[in-house]
Protein backbone atom coordinates (compact mmCIF):
# COMPACT_ATOMS: atom_id res chain seq x y z
CA UNK A 1 0.00 0.00 0.00
CA UNK A 2 1.54 3.34 -0.99
CA UNK A 3 2.34 5.30 1.94
CA UNK A 4 0.15 8.35 2.52
CA UNK A 5 1.31 12.26 2.51
CA UNK A 6 0.89 13.74 5.88
CA UNK A 7 -0.62 16.99 5.94
CA UNK A 8 -0.46 19.41 8.41
CA UNK A 9 -2.96 22.67 7.65
CA UNK A 10 -2.05 25.71 10.02
CA UNK A 11 -4.02 28.91 8.94
CA UNK A 12 -6.30 31.41 11.34
CA UNK A 13 -9.22 31.95 9.11
CA UNK A 14 -11.64 28.70 10.74
CA UNK A 15 -13.44 28.32 7.46
CA UNK A 16 -10.38 27.98 5.75
CA UNK A 17 -8.75 25.74 6.87
CA UNK A 18 -11.76 23.24 7.75
CA UNK A 19 -12.55 23.52 4.17
CA UNK A 20 -8.83 22.65 3.16
CA UNK A 21 -9.56 19.13 5.79
CA UNK A 22 -12.54 18.02 4.39
CA UNK A 23 -11.05 18.63 1.13
CA UNK A 24 -8.25 16.39 1.46
CA UNK A 25 -10.07 13.96 4.19
CA UNK A 26 -12.07 12.87 0.81
CA UNK A 27 -8.58 11.61 -0.54
CA UNK A 28 -7.13 8.65 0.50
CA UNK A 29 -3.80 9.36 -0.28
CA UNK A 30 -3.81 11.77 2.15
CA UNK A 31 -3.40 12.04 6.13
CA UNK A 32 -4.24 15.13 7.49
CA UNK A 33 -2.47 16.04 10.65
CA UNK A 34 -3.93 18.47 13.88
CA UNK A 35 -6.67 19.49 11.39
CA UNK A 36 -8.52 20.95 15.03
CA UNK A 37 -5.61 23.67 15.37
CA UNK A 38 -6.40 27.31 15.11
CA UNK A 39 -3.40 28.91 16.35
CA UNK A 40 -0.24 29.22 14.86
CA UNK A 41 2.84 27.19 17.42
CA UNK A 42 4.03 26.05 14.35
CA UNK A 43 7.57 24.23 15.63
CA UNK A 44 5.60 22.56 17.97
CA UNK A 45 3.25 21.26 15.60
CA UNK A 46 5.51 20.32 13.48
CA UNK A 47 7.77 18.48 15.84
CA UNK A 48 4.84 16.58 17.33
CA UNK A 49 3.25 15.30 13.83
CA UNK A 50 4.43 12.94 11.25
CA UNK A 51 3.60 16.14 8.33
CA UNK A 52 5.45 15.94 5.10
CA UNK A 53 3.64 18.93 3.75
CA UNK A 54 3.23 22.21 5.51
CA UNK A 55 0.09 23.81 4.08
CA UNK A 56 -0.71 27.66 5.23
CA UNK A 57 -2.23 31.25 4.29
CA UNK A 58 0.52 32.63 6.64
CA UNK A 59 3.26 34.67 5.36
CA UNK A 60 3.53 35.61 8.34
CA UNK A 61 4.66 32.39 9.38
CA UNK A 62 7.17 31.40 7.20
CA UNK A 63 8.79 34.55 7.77
CA UNK A 64 9.29 34.55 11.87
CA UNK A 65 10.23 31.01 11.48
CA UNK A 66 12.22 30.18 8.95
CA UNK A 67 14.56 28.91 8.76
CA UNK A 68 13.78 26.93 11.74
CA UNK A 69 10.42 25.80 10.50
CA UNK A 70 11.29 24.00 7.26
CA UNK A 71 13.79 22.19 9.43
CA UNK A 72 11.31 21.09 12.39
CA UNK A 73 9.99 18.11 10.58
CA UNK A 74 10.06 14.59 12.67
CA UNK A 75 13.28 13.37 13.52
CA UNK A 76 14.87 16.46 12.18
CA UNK A 77 13.59 16.57 8.29
CA UNK A 78 12.82 18.75 6.32
CA UNK A 79 9.11 20.60 5.45
CA UNK A 80 8.34 21.19 2.58
CA UNK A 81 5.91 24.16 2.65
CA UNK A 82 3.07 24.97 0.70
CA UNK A 83 1.29 28.49 0.55
CA UNK A 84 -2.21 28.61 -0.88
CA UNK A 85 -5.08 31.55 -0.89
CA UNK A 86 -2.70 34.11 -1.64
CA UNK A 87 -2.39 37.11 -3.14
CA UNK A 88 -1.35 37.76 -6.79
CA UNK A 89 1.76 40.05 -5.50
CA UNK A 90 5.35 39.31 -7.24
CA UNK A 91 7.23 40.89 -4.29
CA UNK A 92 5.18 38.25 -1.74
CA UNK A 93 5.82 35.39 -4.38
CA UNK A 94 9.37 35.97 -4.36
CA UNK A 95 10.07 36.44 -0.69
CA UNK A 96 8.08 33.36 -0.33
CA UNK A 97 10.58 31.49 -2.28
CA UNK A 98 13.60 33.00 -0.58
CA UNK A 99 12.25 31.59 2.87
CA UNK A 100 12.20 27.72 1.73
CA UNK A 101 8.64 27.69 0.36
CA UNK A 102 7.95 25.14 -2.42
CA UNK A 103 4.50 25.91 -3.10
CA UNK A 104 2.23 29.24 -4.02
CA UNK A 105 -1.13 28.99 -4.57
CA UNK A 106 -3.28 32.22 -5.76
CA UNK A 107 -6.61 32.80 -3.82
CA UNK A 108 -8.96 32.25 -7.28
CA UNK A 109 -7.59 28.52 -6.82
CA UNK A 110 -9.73 25.62 -7.39
CA UNK A 111 -9.81 23.16 -4.96
CA UNK A 112 -8.68 20.56 -7.00
CA UNK A 113 -5.71 22.77 -7.87
CA UNK A 114 -5.05 22.99 -4.18
CA UNK A 115 -4.95 19.01 -4.17
CA UNK A 116 -2.48 19.11 -7.24
CA UNK A 117 -0.05 21.98 -5.59
CA UNK A 118 0.12 19.24 -2.23
CA UNK A 119 1.02 16.36 -3.98
CA UNK A 120 3.45 18.26 -6.43
CA UNK A 121 5.41 19.42 -3.23
CA UNK A 122 5.13 16.21 -1.68
CA UNK A 123 7.26 14.53 -4.78
CA UNK A 124 9.61 17.39 -3.80
CA UNK A 125 8.36 19.73 -7.08
CA UNK A 126 7.96 23.16 -6.90
CA UNK A 127 4.59 24.79 -8.21
CA UNK A 128 3.77 28.49 -8.85
CA UNK A 129 0.81 29.96 -11.42
CA UNK A 130 2.29 30.46 -14.60
CA UNK A 131 1.92 34.35 -14.25
CA UNK A 132 4.10 34.21 -11.14
CA UNK A 133 7.28 32.45 -13.31
CA UNK A 134 8.10 35.43 -15.42
CA UNK A 135 8.99 36.95 -11.76
CA UNK A 136 11.12 34.52 -10.58
CA UNK A 137 12.69 34.21 -13.98
CA UNK A 138 14.17 37.78 -13.42
CA UNK A 139 15.21 37.86 -10.47
CA UNK A 140 17.40 35.44 -10.78
CA UNK A 141 18.71 36.87 -14.00
CA UNK A 142 19.22 40.00 -11.83
CA UNK A 143 21.11 38.07 -9.23
CA UNK A 144 23.67 36.02 -11.70
CA UNK A 145 25.82 39.22 -12.25
CA UNK A 146 26.64 38.96 -7.64
CA UNK A 147 27.62 35.28 -8.21
CA UNK A 148 31.50 34.59 -8.49
CA UNK A 149 31.59 32.60 -11.92
CA UNK A 150 32.41 28.99 -11.98
CA UNK A 151 35.93 29.83 -13.68
CA UNK A 152 36.85 32.20 -10.55
CA UNK A 153 36.16 29.15 -8.26
CA UNK A 154 37.67 26.79 -10.48
CA UNK A 155 40.60 28.66 -10.53
CA UNK A 156 41.13 28.55 -6.68
CA UNK A 157 41.40 24.31 -6.87
CA UNK A 158 37.61 24.60 -5.54
CA UNK A 159 35.97 20.84 -6.10
CA UNK A 160 32.50 20.84 -7.28
CA UNK A 161 31.39 20.06 -3.86
CA UNK A 162 32.74 23.09 -2.48
CA UNK A 163 32.13 25.14 -5.17
CA UNK A 164 28.11 24.09 -4.47
CA UNK A 165 28.12 25.46 -1.24
CA UNK A 166 29.03 28.35 -2.32
CA UNK A 167 25.62 29.93 -2.93
CA UNK A 168 24.27 28.58 0.08
CA UNK A 169 27.28 29.79 2.35
CA UNK A 170 26.23 33.03 0.36
CA UNK A 171 22.90 33.12 1.40
CA UNK A 172 23.50 32.84 5.00
CA UNK A 173 22.70 29.12 5.17
CA UNK A 174 24.43 27.75 8.63
CA UNK A 175 26.30 24.16 7.99
CA UNK A 176 23.64 22.27 10.10
CA UNK A 177 21.43 23.84 7.17
CA UNK A 178 23.50 23.09 4.61
CA UNK A 179 24.05 19.79 5.82
CA UNK A 180 20.74 18.91 6.04
CA UNK A 181 19.73 20.09 2.46
CA UNK A 182 22.85 18.15 0.78
CA UNK A 183 22.14 14.88 3.14
CA UNK A 184 25.85 15.05 4.76
CA UNK A 185 26.69 15.10 8.03
CA UNK A 186 27.32 18.50 9.77
CA UNK A 187 31.08 17.61 10.25
CA UNK A 188 31.25 16.80 6.69
CA UNK A 189 30.20 20.24 5.96
CA UNK A 190 32.49 22.03 8.11
CA UNK A 191 35.18 20.28 6.73
CA UNK A 192 34.12 21.06 3.18
CA UNK A 193 34.04 25.06 4.64
CA UNK A 194 36.92 24.88 6.05
CA UNK A 195 39.33 24.21 2.89
CA UNK A 196 36.91 26.60 0.84
CA UNK A 197 38.45 29.44 3.93
CA UNK A 198 42.00 28.37 3.30
CA UNK A 199 41.95 27.87 -0.81
CA UNK A 200 40.07 31.33 -0.91
CA UNK A 201 42.33 32.83 1.78
CA UNK A 202 39.91 34.15 4.10
CA UNK A 203 39.11 33.54 7.20
CA UNK A 204 35.50 34.41 7.89
CA UNK A 205 33.03 32.90 5.59
CA UNK A 206 31.35 35.81 4.77
CA UNK A 207 34.05 37.26 3.02
CA UNK A 208 34.37 33.98 0.67
CA UNK A 209 32.04 35.76 -1.98
CA UNK A 210 34.52 39.03 -1.63
CA UNK A 211 37.39 37.10 -2.29
CA UNK A 212 35.67 35.45 -5.33
CA UNK A 213 35.05 38.32 -6.55
CA UNK A 214 38.01 39.65 -6.63
CA UNK A 215 39.23 36.77 -8.16
CA UNK A 216 36.59 37.33 -11.34
CA UNK A 217 37.90 40.74 -11.37
CA UNK A 218 41.62 39.31 -11.90
CA UNK A 219 40.60 36.62 -14.98
Not at 60 to 76: D, F, T, W
Not at 139 to 165: F, H, I, M
Amino acid sequence: MEQRVGVLVLSRNRLLRESVVRLLAKKTDFNVVAPQMSGLSPRNELEDSSADVLVTDSMQLILENEPSLLKAGAKGSAIKCLLIAMQDDPRQFLAAVRHGALGYVLQDASAADVVTAIRAVARGEAICPPSLVRHLFDYVASKAADLPSNRARARLGLTRREQQLIPMIGHGLTNKEIANQLNLSEQTVKNHVHRILRKVGVEDRLRIFEALQIQELNL
